[in-house]
């Protein structure tokens, strides 16, 4: 492996001019991508940027009714953290999926949504609360909806010198109900073939509110508009569940790899779908593993 410098800034700007120095440079947080990708000789930098000098990267506040989660929290702490069990628990159970304890604790909430893997773990669940993405540069600083984050496997809206900073989460509306469900072949220490996440407000019988976010199946994480379309405004029953569980199937896009061809991959957003439908239908299970 050839040389790499290894910098390690006290301030967001100081990260930001490194990049725009060094356009060859990667940003370290958790490394539990980074140093596969480096190994494996996928990314071959010239410099290290280590994020971890930067104090404010870890905070985690919840003020206002809003969560701000510095990129730098790690994976262990979202699903420790009560605040983020308490009013976020999709997040929570999300977090709790991703690979194993050692795994957690290194790898970060920023270099999981930075990876931009159409897989991340992390990203349907804060796409679904309408999470926001902080990106800073030492040019200045933007705020984007995570939904608008990813542009395809591995790749990002963030421009040469933007560090994702925090991940803002505004608190759910009283009465909004959560499922998160994944389906890898292991139980842990494995990526996920599928993964659904299912916001859902009823009023009586009738969906006065939803939002369904998809992983793993098309080349980002993705909303299932038809299958909201289909089930808001209607009174939830075994017909509404079957359709929308379709709709949502035909609407993703998988491809076939290792792990799962595309069509299991298809039926199983059909039959996460149905599950977390009828948990709701049924007065609910809480949240799925
Ligand atoms: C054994 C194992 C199991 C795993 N299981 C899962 C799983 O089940 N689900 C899952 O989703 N992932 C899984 N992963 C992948 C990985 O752990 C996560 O994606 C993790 O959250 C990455 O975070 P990190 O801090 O380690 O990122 P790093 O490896 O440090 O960085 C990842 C990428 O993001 C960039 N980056 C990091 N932070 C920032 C930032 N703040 N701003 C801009 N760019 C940044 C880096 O330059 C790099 O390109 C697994 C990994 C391993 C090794």
Redesign the pocket.
Known sequence: MKDIAYLRPQILQEASDYLLAYPDA????????????LERKK?TPTHIVD?SGISH?NQVVFENGILRLG??V??QELHEIPIVRDKFPDIAVAAG????WQ??N????????????P????APPLIAHNAKVK?VSSQGERMLPLEEFFTGPGR?I?HQG????EIIVPEPREGLEMRYSRH?LRRS????VVNVVVHLQLKGEIVIDVKIVLGAVAPTPIRSKRAEEILVGKKLDNILISNAAQAASLECQPITDVRATAGYRRKMVQVLMERALYSFFKGGAALES
Not at 97 to 100: E, Q
Not at 106 to 117: C, E, I, K, V
Not at 162 to 165: I, T
Request: hydrophobic residues 55%.
């Open positions: 990667k940003l370290l947080a958790g490394g539990t991508d980074l140093i596969l990708s990314v994020l990267l990129a730098m790690t994976i999926h991703l690979g194993c795994v957690r290194r790898a970060t909430l920023g270099g999981n949504l930075a990876n931009a893997a897989s991340a773990e992390m990106l990002t963030m933007e560090v994702l900073a890898a220490m494995d990526i996920s």
